[in-house]
């Protein structure tokens, strides 16, 4: 059974960082794709970044710049570090694997201004 657990939201004012981790269990880490999500409240769910197994990232438009995702394949863990931060930046945000298509429960992200 795939789980993704992610951790570190919280709240920040505009202009901090925060550093989101997801550990995932019951899948072959290394092989699959790893992605970040994030809904606002009233919003769709968007794609922030992502990143192959073989470390090549993309990344949205209005993050580019400001956040990093990375992998540790030994650990199990996708990272997502978020910096200048805004309040647009608000939501929860998901972590998913591609392989199977599992998410996590996300963690909440309040940017304050």
């Known amino acids: 059974q795939v789980q993704l657990v992610e951790t570190g939201g919280g709240l920040v004012q505009a202009g901090g960082s925060l550093r989101l981790s997801c550990v995932a269990s019951?899948?072959?880490?290394?092989?699959?794709?790893m992605r970040w999500y994030r809904q606002a409240p009233g919003k769709e769910r968007e794609l922030v970044a992502d990143?192959?197994?073989?470390?090549?990232?993309n990344y949205a438009d209005a993050v580019k710049g400001r956040f990093t995702i990375s992998r540790d394949n030994a650990k199990k863990t996708v990272y997502l570090q978020m910096s200048s931060l805004k309040p647009e930046d608000t939501a929860v945000y998901y972590c998913?694997?591609?392989?199977?298509?599992?998410w996590g429960q996300g963690t909440q992200v309040t940017v304050s201004s």
């Open positions: 990143i192959t197994n073989g470390g090549r990232t």
């Open positions: 019951g899948i072959i880490f290394s092989i699959t794709d």
């Open positions: 998913h694997d591609r392989a199977f298509g599992s």
